[in-house]
C-alpha cells in the first residue's frame, strides 16, 4: 500500500528557515509530480510549488526566492526548503504526488495521486 507523509514542520521566528519533507513508501516505482499546498486558518488550499518529473518546477509569486523544490531519488522523496519565513506562510502544509507503483490486486503498474496528512508550519516571535 502506497503512502505519502510530510514531515519538518514547526515554530519558527520570522526570517528563520525549515525544510519540509514529503516521502512515499510502498511498491514504488516512480514518484513522478509532486505538488506542495498550504492551507492556513480560514482560508481555501493553495498551491506552493511543484516538481515535475522531469525537473520543471512552479512557485507561487508568494514563495519565489525563498521557497526551494527539490528531489531524493534515493529517500524517495521531495523535499520544500523554505528560507526567510514570513508569518503569512503559518499554515498547514500538505504534499500530493503523482506516484506509479506496483498495483499488487492487479498484478501490473498503475499511477495514482495520494496526499499526505498535512504538517504544520508556524511562523511567529
Known amino acids: 500500500q502506497v503512502q505519502v507523509v510530510e514531515s519538518g514542520g514547526g515554530l519558527v521566528q520570522p526570517g528563520g528557515s525549515l525544510r519540509l519533507s514529503c516521502a512515499a513508501s510502498?511498491?514504488?516505482?516512480?514518484?513522478?509530480?509532486v505538488y506542495w499546498y498550504r492551507q492556513a486558518p480560514g482560508k481555501e488550499r493553495e498551491l506552493v510549488a511543484t516538481?515535475?518529473?522531469?525537473?520543471?518546477?512552479y512557485y507561487a509569486d508568494s514563495v519565489k526566492g525563498r521557497f526551494t523544490i527539490t528531489r531524493d531519488n534515493f529517500k524517495k522523496a521531495v523535499n520544500l526548503q523554505m528560507n526567510s519565513l514570513k508569518t503569512e506562510d503559518t499554515a498547514v502544509y500538505y504534499c500530493?504526488?503523482?506516484?506509479?507503483?506496483?498495483?499488487?490486486?492487479?498484478?501490473?503498474?498503475?499511477?495514482?495521486?495520494?496526499w499526505g496528512q498535512g504538517t504544520q508550519v508556524t511562523v511567529s516571535s
Open positions: 500530493y504526488a503523482d506516484i506509479t507503483h506496483l498495483d499488487i490486486g492487479k498484478g501490473r503498474e498503475t499511477t495514482a495521486s495520494y
Open positions: 516538481l515535475g518529473s522531469i525537473g520543471t518546477t
Open positions: 510502498g511498491p514504488i516505482s516512480s514518484i513522478n509530480t
